[in-house]
Every structure is written in C-alpha cells, then in structure tokens.
C-alpha cells in the first residue's frame, strides 16, 4: 500500500486527500505513455516558430502596473497584457518569486498542494540478456521503498527504476549511488545474480535537490482537495495560473498540466478581449 502510494503520490497514504486520490483514479486510464524522443521533443516541435523562448532565465519578481504586468528576470524585465505562472507548487509556496501584494491566498493554496517525492534511475543492459523489451516489473512492495521498473522500453538496451515516497528519498538523501545500489540489489533479487554483471548505472533523477523545482508532483493534504480550484483562480484578470497542480483530476500528468495551459490561455484572451475598447466582439490587442 505505501508502495503503491509512493508511485502514484510520492508521499504516505496518512499524508493524501482521500477525495483528491479518487478523483484522479476514476478519471485515468491506468495507462502511461511514453515518447521515444521524449517530452521535450514534443514540446520544442509543438511552439510556432515566432514564439521568443528564454531558456535559463529565472524570474524574480512580478509586480502590477497601472497597464501591464511586469515580470522582472535576471535578463530583464518583461512586460505585457497578462501573465501565466506555471512553477511549481513548492516554488510557489516559496520566496523564490516576489509576488503583487494581495496572492496570499494563492500561495496557501499552494502549500496545500505541496510536491511528493519521486524520482528515477536508469541502467543500461551492457551484454544479451533475457529480459523481453517493453516489459514490467515490481520490487518487493511489501517494502515501501520498491521500485517500479520498465524494462527495455521501445526496445532500448535500459532499464527505468521509478522510485516513490520512501524509495525516492534515498537519492534524496543519500544521492545517486545509493540509487543505484537500491535498484540493483532489488533488481538481483527478483532476477537473479547475473543482473549484476548485464548492467551498469547510466543516469539519476534529482527533482527534489532542483530549487527551480523541488520535488515531483502536487498531492492534495488530507482535507485540501478544493485547494487545486483555489489556486487556478485568476489573479485580478491580469496573473493566471497553470500547471498540474490547478487540474481538478489530472493532475501528476503531462496532459493535464497541457489542458490547465490552454485552460489559462483561454482566460487570458477572455480577460485581454474584455478590456478592449471594441468590446469582446472587436479585436484582440496585447500588450
């Protein structure tokens, strides 16, 4: 049970909204997907070549002025029409980002929805071995750090550890290598001791060390469920905000953190549209 929490949550099932857990699970399809050229991929081929991305530009603070919103980066300050944040909730919570008086309530909901502990350790298979491509495996889930593993996903020569809760906290806590040497030794127990000699650490996850980050995905505490609403709120039609954590059952997910995007989009067009001097019939004019 604590296992299983940990991969879905990445926290203890004492520490979970009831009504938040459920409502994930009748909305999912139990299925997960992955790309074989991976999520950034996707994404880069799906922004429109005029799109001005700034890379490696962390925002500091963000201030409204009488006609624009103004986000102040280590580059420079940039202003428009509206603005969309999308961090994370322990970002959010946090003092990373100075935010216009009056977002407090954003920010409690924010800790509300604070971010489990996940992470992942990769293998590469160096030498022919049995295991079949695209298969799966669990550990000893009696044990609350198992692991979930993928194995030889699209048939590449790795395998995925997925670690939750109490697993990922030893890279946490202890870093890569004792990552590694968790999954092995769980890996040589359910597949014997040749296991040992066909692999070879390749990588580690470590969203939870990431200030930019700091962790994996939002779990609603025991009674918070309606924190998710709270904090998709706009903020005086100017400051929207978007991310997994504001959708009220996909959140976790790639897809639901992509819908809460055009769900904020379109409220921001709303909120541009209604403040033209043509009416929401005229046209559309951002600053």
């Known amino acids: 049970m604590r296992a299983i929490a940990g991969f879905m949550s990445g926290v203890s099932p004492e520490n979970i909204s009831a009504t938040d857990y459920l409502a994930y699970d009748e909305a999912s399809t139990g299925?997960?997907?992955?790309l074989p050229l991976g999520?950034?991929?996707?994404?880069?081929?799906?922004?429109?070549?005029?799109?001005?991305?700034?890379?490696?530009?962390?925002?500091?603070?963000i201030d409204l002025t009488a006609d624009c919103v103004a986000v102040a980066t280590r580059a420079g300050t940039v202003r428009a029409g509206a603005a969309i944040l999308t961090v994370s909730t322990t970002v959010l919570a946090g003092d990373a980002i100075r935010l216009p008086p009056g977002t407090e309530p954003w920010r409690e909901a924010a800790a509300a929805l604070p971010l489990g502990r996940n992470e992942k350790v990769f293998l590469e298979i160096g030498r022919d071995t049995a295991f079949e491509a695209d298969s799966h495996a669990y550990g000893k889930?009696?044990?609350?750090?198992?692991?979930?593993?993928?194995?030889?996903?699209?048939?590449?020569?790795v395998i995925e550890a997925f670690?939750?809760?109490?697993?990922?906290?030893?890279?946490?806590?202890?870093?890569?290598?004792?990552?590694?040497?968790?999954?092995?030794?769980?890996?040589?127990?359910?597949?014997?001791?040749?296991?040992?000699?066909?692999?070879?650490?390749?990588?580690?996850?470590?969203?939870?060390?990431?200030?930019?980050?700091?962790?994996?995905?939002?779990?609603?505490?025991?009674?918070?469920?309606?924190?998710?609403?709270?904090l998709a709120r706009p903020f005086e039609d100017r400051l929207f905000f978007a991310g997994e954590a504001t959708h009220p059952h996909d959140f976790t997910t790639a897809h639901g953190a992509h819908d809460s995007g055009q769900r904020a989009a379109d409220e921001v067009l709303v909120?541009?549209?209604?403040?033209?001097?043509?009416?929401?019939?005229?046209?559309l004019t951002a600053a």
Request: proline fraction near 7%.
């Open 31 to 34: 299925k997960n997907w992955n």
């Open 39 to 61: 999520y950034g991929t996707l994404v880069a081929a799906s922004l429109p070549s005029s799109t001005a991305l700034r890379l490696a530009t962390p925002v500091e603070r």
């Open 141 to 157: 889930l009696r044990d609350a750090r198992s692991a979930a593993y993928s194995i030889r996903p699209n048939g590449w020569p």
């Open 163 to 230: 670690l939750g809760g109490e697993g990922a906290r030893i890279l946490e806590e202890e870093g890569p290598a004792a990552g590694f040497a968790f999954v092995s030794a769980e890996l040589t127990g359910l597949f014997g001791g040749d296991v040992a000699s066909a692999t070879r650490p390749l990588a580690a996850t470590s969203w939870s060390r990431v200030a930019s980050i700091g962790g994996a995905y939002s779990c609603a505490l025991p009674g918070q469920s309606q924190a998710r609403a709270r």
């Open 271 to 283: 909120a541009l549209r209604d403040r033209s001097p043509f009416g929401r019939r005229g046209p």
